[in-house]
């Protein structure tokens, strides 16, 4: 999936992980809103660490 985000846009998630529900929660009753970052290596996308 590729997707492009511009500032201000609409991102749908799937929020499932307690932690980030509860951000997602805080985010909204504060009005702060949140970060995206994309993570093209390591682990945390399915692949090895590279060094």
Same mark, same amino acid.
């Given at each position: 999936?590729?997707?492009?985000?511009?500032?201000?846009?609409?991102l749908p998630l799937?929020?499932? =992980?307690?932690?980030?529900?509860?951000m997602?929660?805080?985010?909204?009753?504060? =009005?702060?809103?949140?970060?995206?970052?994309?993570?093209?290596?390591g682990? =945390?996308?399915?692949?090895?660490?590279?060094?």
């Amino acid at each position: 999936m590729h997707t492009v985000l511009f500032p201000g846009g609409p991102l749908p998630l799937r929020i499932f =992980e307690q932690r980030y529900i509860d951000m997602v929660r805080d985010a909204i009753k504060d =009005e702060s809103g949140i970060g995206i970052c994309l993570i093209s290596d390591g682990s =945390e996308v399915g692949g090895a660490d590279s060094q």
